[in-house]
């Protein structure tokens, strides 16, 4: 009897250890189902707080205040004195971003047909040219004239202009922008180009605008027609413009670009941590947004299956390509800060012995802008390591090797037809303008891949065979050879595999091999031990095998007897 | 043989299907999901693991908490000045004062201190343009550093300008300039430190001219001068008053004294911008006689000849600044000439009293002759747009002489260093000078560019 209750309990025991096994195993499996902090709209609408962060706040803080604390920051010295990297956190274990309220993959993942290249983020077809459109207030911040619209289906948007000397230079800039942006994955406006008359806008009494010294005034229609005046002006005398659709309320204003939202609980990781958002940086060479900043950013809070939630969105893109919204880039942008103390200090240090990159490519260019419809966007002398947004942000300096080539990777899925598809959709009024566009994108995102690749081993697809006994083969894809700035016979790789203790990796040997896939002894999977395979790559004229290795881990997942990849890493 | 021909047939069967199959099982591919939601750093994802690293974030930051509230201050009025728009309110305020002719300044400078200045264009203000007559008043005030006074200055002027296929115009100028304290080391090019005195000028200026512009290079003048000078003892602290100092020397003009004069002077300026020159030149003569119109027995003559040429080196951002100045003042008949009119090195701007040697101090040496010259490599650092700064190194080599045989070589004083100019649409609003000489090194800042 008493060895009975004893096998009951044991049976207890057992059941209990099953039922909480069960509930665990039932929790994790819903994690991805069931939003774990799951929230309505109302209560994140309560609980976070909206914030508005204007230029000049952002210019104080980041070329200011912040050269200045950082040496008070302990973090910032030992990051600095160790030239410590930091991984970033939002990558699975194969490196790649899952989809979040800062980004979706898309293009990256599976190609988008050119229809939906096209149509980017838009869901409908805009305010119809007909109108009427009521002009609810005059666009308050920014320095181009802009114009809150509704149109006759009740949909609010924002109408941005081109600045007299370059017609369609900031509509076009905000159109392309937005369609490539929205293509690699970020959550983007819905963004229409325009052409009206200008009797078509309706103005009320109560409407009021900033005029162009900073009052608040009505805005009549005599105050209409002077603010239009400066806009250039087509056929017919209609006007052209970008609408951008205001996004659905309610939103809580900018995002920060470092620190995180703590009222946020989706918001776990430091924003300076983020690949997707240290990633802007490579695409924002790309498309030469150098106002990449938090002011240009909206968090709008969505809901989806059930959960509430923030997406962080990208607006204002009319300082992209040659645009800075109300003229031509200057020479000096993207090449330097706004402010940019180290590069001023390097040229007082140099004399002027060497001319900067910057004042090479303006005097190569005879200090004149080729087509006053992209400004000022060519590929002269463009470093894409050094390219820099008006801005110094924490985020865009702890890009790492790995984040740049997730980055490139989704770039260089664009092909030359996507892209030519995608300029298409700003309706240049010559054929020859969007013909430069288009091949100066082309050459950028060949220049920029061709750059990061050098610096890294940029394998991709990496998949691990299991053949019988213990041997394993791993097939890759190398991207610069897919993409052709190399060729597959002048390419070779090598790879080692380590075992056991991490830090005893001397004196294994490479083995060297050709083709994009090789075998090799697998390791016991029954030992926890860590085995990593490096894998580095060589072309034909180069000296060095590629620095850092594409490293493989492998492990066996407890009770399996093979081992999987459980961590792809391309280096910090 | 029939069972051993199946047996065979089986066999090649199974080997061609072993032959088809088998590499398709051999390796067995271990699929995945590339974006699945499988965390390289899952702990990241935990709230308790994200607070921790905001707490270490704020221990390992405590040593910046004490300025945190500055830098959000400052933020929160930058925020406020855009959202309200007071950076166009402002730039708008100005653009009216300076359409009805009211133009405010801040200045810095070594004679006059630092503080606010204002010049009005009294026909704009009152409304009477006319393209033939300008009226104008300036005034000032500013404090210099270890002076316990104000100084200030205000002044009017008026221009008629006659029609425009005639060239020429007719200029007075007027105005009251009282300076609290102005250095003085004695009279003479080995006068010593540790003569250091301050004076403060009482000065009532009118001069009044013709003037000639044949062409948009070359301009003459020719007009009548009356000074009226009051000396004071400077009001530096911890420095010598003149007049307590110097009592027993014999400085001509010590007590002030009232002065006319004729003057002259022609200039060619080919620069090609007047602020931020970076090629072409300036040269200057002038020619003046004065003479006491009281007991002071004063009466010499004043030459002035200076020259300015700007090179570009292979770029207009690398500009070659050279500047050559020669004054000299002769007595006449045995009169005297006033220590205050003397020509004077030591400062770092020129035009302005006091020449450039920019390591030494204002006035620093006072004599009959002066020559100078300036050599300034200039070289772009910044340029964003409208706003821009230059970098420069600076030599300045000169000498006070009584007669031009007293002039020697081994007597010069130089200057060595480098600086900043910092400009806004070409016009410099800053200027930041390091220099080191003989007599130890000074740093300075000015709203104007040396020359």
Same mark, same amino acid.
């Given at each position: 009897? *008493?060895?009975?209750?004893?096998?009951?309990?044991?049976?207890?025991?057992?059941?209990?250890?099953?039922?909480?096994?069960?509930?665990?195993?039932?929790?994790?499996?819903?994690?991805?189902?069931?939003?774990?902090?799951?929230?309505?709209?109302?209560?994140?609408?309560?609980?976070?707080?909206?914030?508005?962060?204007?230029?000049?706040?952002?210019?104080?803080?980041?070329?200011?205040?912040?050269?200045?604390?950082?040496?008070?920051?302990?973090?910032?010295?030992?990051?600095?004195?160790? #030239?410590?990297?930091? +991984? &970033?956190l939002?990558?699975?274990?194969?490196?790649?971003?899952?989809?979040?309220?800062?980004?979706?993959?898309?293009?990256?993942?599976?190609?988008? +047909?050119?229809?939906?290249?096209?149509?980017?983020?838009?869901?409908?077809?805009?305010?119809?040219?007909?109108?009427?459109?009521?002009?609810?207030?005059?666009?308050?911040?920014?320095?181009?004239?802009?114009?809150?619209?509704?149109?006759?289906?009740?949909?609010?948007?924002?109408?941005?202009?081109?600045?007299?000397?370059?017609?369609?230079?900031?509509?076009?800039?905000?159109?392309?922008?937005?369609?490539?942006?929205?293509?690699?994955?970020?959550?983007?406006?819905?963004?229409?180009?325009?052409?009206?008359?200008?009797?078509?806008?309706?103005?009320?009494?109560?409407?009021?605008?900033?005029?162009?010294?900073?009052?608040?005034?009505?805005?009549?229609?005599?105050?209409?027609?002077?603010?239009?005046?400066?806009?250039?002006?087509?056929?017919?005398?209609?006007?052209?413009?970008?609408?951008?659709?205001?996004?659905?309320?309610?939103?809580?204003?900018?995002?920060?670009?470092?620190g995180r939202n703590k009222k946020d609980p989706d918001d776990l990781i430091p924003h300076?941590n983020?690949?997707?958002?240290?990633?802007?940086?490579?695409?924002?060479?790309?498309?030469?947004?150098?106002?990449?900043?938090?002011?240009?950013?909206?968090?709008?809070?969505?809901?989806?299956?059930?959960?509430?939630?923030?997406?962080?969105?990208?607006?204002?893109?009319?300082?992209?390509?040659?645009?800075?919204?109300?003229?031509?880039?200057?020479?000096?942008?993207?090449?330097?800060?706004?402010?940019?103390?180290?590069?001023?200090?390097?040229?007082?240090?140099?004399?002027?012995?060497?001319?900067?990159?910057?004042?090479?490519?303006?005097?190569?260019?005879?200090?004149?802008?080729?087509?006053?419809?992209?400004?000022?966007?060519?590929?002269?002398?463009?470093?894409?390591?050094?390219?820099?947004?008006?801005?110094?942000?924490?985020?865009?300096?702890?890009?790492?090797?790995?984040? &740049?080539?997730?980055?490139? *990777?989704? #770039?260089?899925?664009?092909?030359?037809?996507?892209?030519?598809?995608?300029?298409?959709?700003?309706?240049?009024?010559?054929?020859?303008?969007?013909?430069?566009?288009?091949?100066?994108?082309?050459?950028?995102?060949?220049?920029?891949?061709?750059?990061?690749?050098?610096?890294?081993?940029?394998?991709?697809?990496?998949?691990?065979?299991?053949?019988?006994?213990?041997?394993?083969?791993?097939?890759?894809?190398?991207?610069?050879?897919?993409?052709?700035?190399?060729?597959?016979?002048?390419?070779?790789?090598?790879?080692?595999?380590?075992?056991?203790?991490?830090?005893?990796?001397?004196?294994?040997?490479?083995?060297?091999?050709?083709?994009?896939?090789?075998?090799?002894?697998?390791?016991?999977?029954?030992?926890?031990?860590?085995?990593?395979?490096?894998?580095?790559?060589?072309?034909?004229?180069?000296?060095?095998? +590629?620095?850092?290795?594409?490293?493989?881990?492998?492990?066996?997942?407890?009770?399996?007897?093979?081992?999987?990849?459980?961590?792809?890493?391309?280096?910090? | 043989?029939?069972?051993?021909?199946?047996?065979?047939?089986?066999?090649?069967?199974?080997?061609?299907?072993?032959?088809?199959?088998?590499?398709?099982?051999?390796?067995?591919?271990?699929?995945?999901?590339?974006?699945?939601?499988?965390?390289?750093y899952?702990k990241a994802f935990q709230p308790g693991e994200a607070n921790r690293q905001n707490r270490q974030q704020?221990?390992?930051?405590?040593?910046?908490?004490?300025?945190?509230?500055?830098?959000?201050?400052?933020?929160?009025?930058?925020?406020?000045?855009?959202?309200?728009?007071?950076? %166009?309110?402002?730039?708008?305020?100005?653009?009216?004062?300076?359409?009805?002719?009211?133009?405010?300044?801040?200045?810095?400078?070594?004679?006059?201190?630092?503080?606010?200045?204002?010049?009005?264009?009294?026909?704009?203000?009152?409304?009477?343009? !006319?393209?033939?007559?300008?009226?104008?008043?300036?005034?000032?005030?500013?404090?210099?550093?270890?002076?316990?006074?104000?100084?200030?200055?205000?002044?009017?002027?008026?221009?008629?300008?006659?029609?425009?296929?005639?060239?020429?115009?007719?200029?007075?100028?007027?105005?009251?300039?009282?300076?609290?304290?102005?250095?003085?080391?004695?009279?003479?090019?080995?006068?010593?430190?540790?003569?250091?005195?301050?004076?403060?000028?009482?000065?009532?200026?009118?001069?009044?001219?013709?003037?000639?512009?044949?062409?948009?290079? /070359?301009?003459?003048?020719?007009?009548?001068?009356?000074?009226?000078?009051?000396?004071?003892?400077?009001?530096?602290?911890?420095?010598?008053?003149?007049?307590?100092?110097?009592?027993?020397?014999? /400085?001509?003009? /010590?007590?002030?004294?009232?002065?006319?004069?004729?003057?002259?002077?022609?200039?060619?300026?080919?620069?090609?911008?007047?602020?931020?020159?970076?090629?072409?030149?300036?040269?200057?003569?002038?020619?003046?006689?004065?003479?006491?119109?009281?007991?002071?027995?004063?009466?010499?003559?004043?030459?002035?000849?200076?020259?300015?040429?700007?090179?570009?080196?292979?770029?207009?951002?690398?500009?070659?600044?050279?500047?050559?100045?020669?004054? %000299?003042?002769?007595?006449?008949?045995?009169?005297?000439?006033?220590?205050?009119?003397?020509?004077?090195?030591?400062?770092?701007?020129?035009?302005?009293?006091?020449?450039?040697?920019?390591?030494?101090?204002? !006035?620093?040496?006072?004599?009959?002759?002066?020559?100078?010259?300036?050599?300034?490599?200039?070289?772009?650092?910044?340029?964003?747009?409208?706003?821009?700064?230059?970098?420069?190194?600076?030599?300045?080599?000169?000498?006070?002489?009584?007669?031009?045989?007293?002039?020697?070589?081994?007597?010069?004083?130089?200057?060595?260093?480098?600086?900043?100019?910092?400009?806004?649409?070409? %016009?410099?609003?800053?200027?930041?000078?390091?220099?080191?000489?003989?007599?130890?090194?000074?740093?300075?800042?000015?709203?104007?560019?040396?020359?």
């Amino acid at each position: 009897m *008493k060895r009975l209750i004893n096998l009951e309990k044991k049976e207890r025991v057992r059941l209990w250890q099953r039922a909480v096994t069960m509930s665990l195993i039932f929790t994790f499996s819903a994690w991805g189902l069931v939003p774990v902090n799951a929230v309505t709209v109302q209560e994140l609408d309560q609980t976070i707080k909206g914030q508005e962060i204007s230029f000049y706040r952002e210019f104080f803080e980041k070329v200011l205040y912040k050269p200045v604390s950082q040496f008070l920051r302990l973090d910032w010295i030992i990051d600095k004195a160790t #030239m410590r990297k930091h +991984s &970033a956190l939002d990558v699975n274990i194969y490196d790649e971003v899952p989809d979040s309220g800062f980004f979706t993959n898309r293009h990256g993942k599976k190609r988008l +047909s050119k229809e939906e290249l096209q149509r980017g983020a838009n869901q409908g077809s805009g305010p119809k040219p007909e109108g009427p459109w009521a002009v609810l207030k005059g666009k308050a911040s920014g320095v181009t004239p802009g114009l809150v619209i509704q149109d006759l289906a009740g949909d609010r948007y924002l109408l941005k202009f081109d600045p007299q000397e370059n017609p369609e230079m900031t509509t076009s800039s905000e159109i392309i922008s937005q369609k490539f942006l929205h293509a690699i994955g970020y959550h983007v406006a819905e963004y229409y180009l325009v052409q009206f008359l200008p009797d078509i806008l309706k103005v009320n009494p109560q409407t009021t605008y900033y005029n162009k010294d900073g009052f608040k005034k009505p805005l009549t229609k005599e105050a209409l027609t002077d603010l239009l005046s400066d806009v250039p002006k087509y056929k017919g005398g209609k006007v052209r413009a970008s609408a951008s659709k205001m996004l659905p309320k309610p939103n809580k204003g900018n995002s920060d670009l470092e620190g995180r939202n703590k009222k946020d609980p989706d918001d776990l990781i430091p924003h300076e941590n983020r690949r997707s958002l240290r990633a802007l940086r490579v695409f924002g060479s790309w498309l030469n947004h150098y106002d990449l900043r938090e002011g240009n950013t909206l968090d709008v809070i969505a809901e989806e299956n059930g959960k509430a939630y923030i997406k962080h969105y990208l607006i204002d893109f009319g300082s992209t390509l040659g645009s800075s919204a109300y003229r031509s880039k200057v020479p000096a942008a993207t090449h330097e800060n706004v402010v940019d103390w180290f590069e001023t200090g390097k040229a007082m240090g140099e004399f002027k012995i060497v001319q900067k990159p910057w004042e090479k490519r303006w005097d190569k260019n005879d200090r004149l802008i080729a087509d006053n419809s992209i400004g000022y966007f060519d590929n002269l002398y463009f470093n894409p390591g050094r390219w820099k947004t008006q801005l110094p942000h924490e985020v865009f300096e702890r890009l790492t090797v790995s984040d &740049a080539f997730w980055a490139v *990777k989704i #770039m260089i899925a664009f092909s030359n037809e996507d892209i030519q598809a995608m300029v298409d959709t700003a309706e240049y009024s010559k054929p020859e303008t969007a013909k430069l566009l288009t091949d100066i994108l082309i050459a950028r995102r060949d220049l920029i891949a061709k750059d990061w690749f050098d610096r890294m081993t940029p394998l991709d697809d990496i998949q691990l065979s299991i053949g019988q006994k213990v041997t394993g083969e791993v097939q890759f894809t190398d991207l610069a050879v897919k993409a052709g700035f190399v060729k597959a016979e002048e390419t070779s790789y090598r790879y080692r595999l380590t075992s056991g203790s991490c830090h005893a990796k001397k004196g294994i040997m490479y083995q060297e091999f050709k083709s994009p896939s090789f075998s090799f002894q697998m390791p016991d999977p029954g030992k926890k031990n860590c085995s990593v395979l490096e894998i580095q790559v060589k072309r034909v004229g180069q000296s060095k095998w +590629s620095c850092p290795p594409a490293k493989i881990l492998l492990s066996s997942p407890s009770g399996e007897a093979k081992n999987i990849i459980s961590d792809i890493d391309h280096g910090l | 043989m029939g069972r051993l021909r199946r047996f065979l047939r089986i066999c090649v069967t199974m080997g061609v299907i072993a032959l088809i199959v088998f590499p398709a099982i051999s390796f067995a591919e271990v699929s995945y999901d590339k974006y699945t939601p499988t965390w390289k750093y899952p702990k990241a994802f935990q709230p308790g693991e994200a607070n921790r690293q905001n707490r270490q974030q704020f221990m390992l930051r405590i040593l910046e908490q004490p300025i945190r509230p500055f830098g959000y201050g400052i933020g929160e009025t930058a925020e406020w000045v855009e959202r309200h728009h007071i950076d %166009k309110k402002t730039i708008w305020f100005f653009d009216e004062l300076s359409e009805r002719g009211i133009h405010p300044k801040m200045r810095i400078s070594q004679s006059k201190g630092t503080g606010p200045a204002l010049e009005l264009e009294l026909d704009k203000l009152f409304k009477f343009t !006319n393209e033939y007559f300008s009226l104008k008043t300036f005034e000032g005030a500013g404090v210099i550093p270890n002076d316990s006074g104000l100084s200030y200055d205000f002044g009017g002027s008026y221009r008629l300008n006659l029609p425009p296929e005639i060239p020429t115009y007719q200029e007075t100028v007027i105005y009251y300039d009282r300076k609290t304290s102005q250095n003085f080391f004695g009279i003479g090019q080995n006068t010593s430190l540790g003569d250091w005195s301050t004076y403060a000028p009482e000065e009532l200026k009118l001069n009044t001219l013709m003037g000639v512009k044949p062409t948009e290079q /070359i301009e003459g003048k020719m007009g009548f001068v009356f000074q009226h000078m009051n000396i004071g003892n400077g009001r530096r602290e911890r420095v010598g008053k003149i007049k307590e100092h110097f009592m027993n020397a014999d /400085i001509p003009g /010590i007590s002030g004294g009232d002065l006319i004069g004729l003057e002259t002077s022609v200039a060619h300026d080919t620069r090609d911008h007047q602020d931020d020159p970076k090629k072409g030149g300036i040269q200057k003569l002038q020619f003046g006689y004065f003479h006491d119109v009281d007991s002071n027995d004063f009466q010499y003559l004043q030459f002035q000849g200076s020259l300015a040429h700007f090179f570009s080196l292979g770029s207009d951002r690398r500009v070659l600044a050279l500047r050559f100045h020669l004054e %000299k003042d002769q007595d006449v008949g045995n009169g005297n000439i006033p220590f205050y009119n003397l020509p004077r090195l030591g400062g770092v701007t020129s035009g302005q009293e006091s020449e450039l040697l920019r390591s030494y101090r204002h !006035n620093r040496f006072i004599e009959k002759g002066l020559m100078l010259a300036d050599l300034e490599y200039r070289y772009s650092i910044w340029e964003y747009g409208d706003c821009g700064a230059d970098a420069f190194l600076l030599t300045d080599v000169g000498e006070v002489f009584k007669e031009f045989s007293g002039f020697g070589f081994e007597e010069l004083k130089g200057s060595y260093g480098g600086g900043m100019n910092i400009k806004f649409r070409r %016009k410099t609003v800053l200027t930041i000078v390091w220099a080191a000489g003989n007599e130890g090194s000074r740093l300075s800042m000015q709203t104007k560019a040396s020359f």
